[in-house]
Protein backbone atom coordinates (compact mmCIF):
# COMPACT_ATOMS: atom_id res chain seq x y z
CA UNK A 1 0.00 0.00 0.00
CA UNK A 2 1.43 3.28 -1.08
CA UNK A 3 1.83 6.26 0.92
CA UNK A 4 1.50 10.33 0.28
CA UNK A 5 5.05 10.20 -1.88
CA UNK A 6 4.56 7.04 -3.74
CA UNK A 7 0.74 7.71 -4.36
CA UNK A 8 2.06 10.99 -6.17
CA UNK A 9 4.78 9.99 -8.01
CA UNK A 10 2.41 7.35 -9.44
CA UNK A 11 0.09 9.98 -10.60
CA UNK A 12 2.52 12.24 -12.06
CA UNK A 13 3.45 8.85 -14.45
CA UNK A 14 -0.39 9.40 -15.90
CA UNK A 15 0.37 11.04 -19.66
CA UNK A 16 -0.01 14.74 -19.47
CA UNK A 17 0.35 14.92 -15.55
CA UNK A 18 1.70 18.53 -15.02
CA UNK A 19 1.33 18.14 -11.38
CA UNK A 20 -0.04 16.64 -8.31
CA UNK A 21 -0.57 17.22 -4.88
CA UNK A 22 -2.26 15.66 -1.96
CA UNK A 23 -4.96 18.49 0.18
CA UNK A 24 -6.45 18.28 3.77
CA UNK A 25 -9.49 20.26 2.03
CA UNK A 26 -10.46 21.37 6.00
CA UNK A 27 -7.33 23.50 6.14
CA UNK A 28 -6.03 24.06 2.89
CA UNK A 29 -2.73 22.47 3.44
CA UNK A 30 -0.50 20.29 0.98
CA UNK A 31 0.35 16.95 2.97
CA UNK A 32 2.29 16.34 -0.28
CA UNK A 33 3.26 17.83 -3.68
CA UNK A 34 5.30 17.02 -6.80
CA UNK A 35 5.79 18.61 -10.36
CA UNK A 36 4.54 22.35 -11.34
CA UNK A 37 1.66 24.25 -9.77
CA UNK A 38 -0.56 26.34 -11.57
CA UNK A 39 0.93 29.70 -11.13
CA UNK A 40 3.87 28.18 -9.45
CA UNK A 41 3.03 28.05 -6.30
CA UNK A 42 1.99 24.57 -4.60
CA UNK A 43 0.53 26.27 -1.52
CA UNK A 44 -1.98 28.62 -2.83
CA UNK A 45 -3.32 26.51 -5.30
CA UNK A 46 -4.18 23.88 -2.74
CA UNK A 47 -5.45 26.37 -0.60
CA UNK A 48 -8.01 27.34 -3.72
CA UNK A 49 -8.75 23.47 -4.78
CA UNK A 50 -9.63 23.24 -1.42
CA UNK A 51 -12.47 25.98 -1.28
CA UNK A 52 -13.47 24.22 -4.14
CA UNK A 53 -13.48 20.91 -2.59
CA UNK A 54 -14.95 21.79 0.31
CA UNK A 55 -18.48 23.83 -1.50
CA UNK A 56 -18.91 20.16 -3.40
CA UNK A 57 -18.51 17.92 -0.14
CA UNK A 58 -20.46 19.99 1.75
CA UNK A 59 -23.54 20.41 -0.33
CA UNK A 60 -26.27 18.02 -0.37
CA UNK A 61 -26.94 19.10 -4.29
CA UNK A 62 -24.15 16.99 -5.03
CA UNK A 63 -24.44 13.54 -2.73
CA UNK A 64 -25.71 10.42 -3.92
CA UNK A 65 -28.98 10.13 -2.11
CA UNK A 66 -28.36 7.72 1.24
CA UNK A 67 -25.95 5.40 0.32
CA UNK A 68 -23.32 5.80 3.30
CA UNK A 69 -20.29 7.10 1.20
CA UNK A 70 -18.56 10.04 0.73
CA UNK A 71 -20.78 12.58 -0.80
CA UNK A 72 -18.83 13.49 -3.43
CA UNK A 73 -15.80 11.11 -5.69
CA UNK A 74 -14.61 13.97 -7.60
CA UNK A 75 -15.03 17.18 -9.23
CA UNK A 76 -13.31 18.02 -12.41
CA UNK A 77 -12.58 21.75 -13.52
CA UNK A 78 -11.58 21.85 -17.48
CA UNK A 79 -10.18 25.42 -18.70
CA UNK A 80 -8.37 25.75 -21.99
CA UNK A 81 -5.38 23.93 -21.73
CA UNK A 82 -5.43 21.85 -18.88
CA UNK A 83 -8.02 19.89 -16.43
CA UNK A 84 -8.21 19.84 -12.73
CA UNK A 85 -8.95 16.32 -11.50
CA UNK A 86 -9.80 16.94 -7.64
CA UNK A 87 -10.41 13.26 -5.87
CA UNK A 88 -12.11 12.54 -2.53
CA UNK A 89 -10.17 9.84 -0.07
CA UNK A 90 -12.35 7.47 1.75
CA UNK A 91 -9.95 7.34 4.99
CA UNK A 92 -10.65 5.66 8.44
CA UNK A 93 -10.55 9.24 10.10
CA UNK A 94 -12.14 12.05 9.00
CA UNK A 95 -12.04 11.59 5.25
CA UNK A 96 -10.97 14.87 4.77
CA UNK A 97 -8.50 15.05 2.44
CA UNK A 98 -8.39 14.86 -1.70
CA UNK A 99 -5.78 13.81 -4.43
CA UNK A 100 -5.45 17.06 -6.79
CA UNK A 101 -4.24 16.09 -10.47
CA UNK A 102 -3.27 18.86 -12.65
CA UNK A 103 -3.40 17.48 -15.79
CA UNK A 104 -2.69 18.93 -19.84
CA UNK A 105 -5.38 18.73 -22.15
CA UNK A 106 -3.43 18.23 -25.21
CA UNK A 107 -1.35 15.08 -23.66
CA UNK A 108 -3.89 13.76 -20.91
CA UNK A 109 -6.44 11.65 -21.09
CA UNK A 110 -9.10 12.65 -18.45
CA UNK A 111 -11.42 8.97 -18.43
CA UNK A 112 -7.81 6.98 -18.04
CA UNK A 113 -6.53 9.74 -14.94
CA UNK A 114 -9.92 9.41 -13.12
CA UNK A 115 -9.63 6.39 -13.68
CA UNK A 116 -6.44 5.63 -11.89
CA UNK A 117 -6.70 8.90 -9.73
CA UNK A 118 -9.54 6.37 -7.71
CA UNK A 119 -7.46 3.34 -8.04
CA UNK A 120 -4.97 5.36 -6.28
CA UNK A 121 -6.75 6.81 -3.16
CA UNK A 122 -8.41 3.89 -2.19
CA UNK A 123 -4.79 2.40 -1.92
CA UNK A 124 -3.23 4.86 -0.40
CA UNK A 125 -1.93 4.74 3.15
CA UNK A 126 -2.47 7.98 5.44
CA UNK A 127 -0.70 7.28 9.32
Do not use: K, Q
Not at 7 to 36: F, H, I, K, Q, Y
Not at 45 to 53: D, Q, V
Not at 99 to 124: K, P, Q, V
Amino acid sequence: MPGIDECLLEAMRLPGARGAALVDWTSGLALGTVGEAPGGDHETTAAEAAELARMAAEHGAFAAPGDGRPPVEDVIVSNHDSYHLLRFVDTSFDSSVFLHLWLGREEGNLALARIRLGEMASRLVLG
